[in-house]
T-cell receptor, first 113, second 113 residues
Framework: AQSVTQLGSHVSVSEGALVLLRCNYS??????LFWYVQYPNQGLQLLLK??????LVKGINGFEAEFKKSETSFHLTKPSAHMSDAAEYFC???????????FGTGTSLTVIP | EAQVTQNPRYLITVTGKKLTVTCSQN?????MSWYRQDPGLGLRQIYY???????DKGDVPEGYKVSRKEKRNFPLILESPSPNQTSLYFC????????????FGPGTRLTVT
């Protein structure tokens, strides 16, 4: 069973527009949730993480994500896209059972000037 | 500077020629892991290690070996590489406990011909 699903492998937004990248997880117990960003030819960098302290999580570069247990979602948003936001974004989970991490298939964000 | 290093960054080899990709972290992290990244598939966990001499399979362990003799090092070994192991490989480390945030290396692009 897929532990984490990212809807939309490619998302395009205009510069200054809202960014919304979707992530849903499948777990009966809220897991640890992460968003990572990967710029071209680089490793992954943590954007933000959910660890049950607060449902609205603020990360770096103006990104934030809201944990919604009823929807098993952890969507990533940014109010105003910047050209430098163009990258690949990955949602990841660490379930409360076991010691593995599971990544989504990624969403490539294009920002149109 | 806290970091995860991988070597080599790029490697082209031939089928069947044993190779090792090294990974080292300087953060005294207990948990280390290897992932492969393939287009459309995201990151998939190959092996992980909870601590020295403790390793376990991830989702795609076939054709790979690992060892954890020292806390800082976690090499990935391909004893008989095949073309389907052509991929981008990432090593990551994290504290075990707390937020489970992973720190990633810069990646190793492997081509097996």
């Amino acid at each position: 069973a897929q532990s984490v699903t990212q809807l939309g492998s490619h998302v395009s937004v205009s510069e200054g527009a809202l960014v919304l990248l979707r992530c849903n997880y499948s777990s009966s117990v809220p897991p640890y949730l992460f968003w990572y960003v990967q710029y071209p030819n680089q490793g992954l960098q943590l954007l933000l993480k959910y660890t049950s302290a607060a449902t609205l999580v603020k990360g770096i570069n103006g990104f934030e994500a809201e944990f919604k247990k009823s929807e098993t979602s952890f969507h990533l948003t940014k109010p105003s896209a910047h050209m430098s936001d163009a990258a690949e974004y990955f949602c990841a989970v660490r379930l409360n059972t076991g010691n593995q991490f599971y990544f989504g298939t990624g969403t490539s964000l294009t920002v149109i000037p | 500077e806290a970091q995860v290093t991988q070597n080599p960054r790029y490697l082209i080899t031939v089928t069947g020629k044993k190779l090792t990709v090294t990974c080292s972290q300087n953060m005294n992290h207990e948990y280390m892991s290897w992932y492969r990244q393939d287009p459309g598939l995201g990151l998939r966990q190959i092996y992980y290690s909870m601590n020295v001499e403790v390793t376990d399979k991830g989702d795609v362990p076939e054709g790979y070996k690992v060892s954890r003799k020292e806390k800082r090092n976690f090499p990935l070994i391909l004893e008989s590489p095949s073309p389907n192991q052509t991929s981008l490989y990432f090593c990551a480390s994290s504290r075990w406990g707390g937020s489970y945030e992973q720190y990633f290396g810069p990646g190793t692009r492997l081509t097996v011909t």
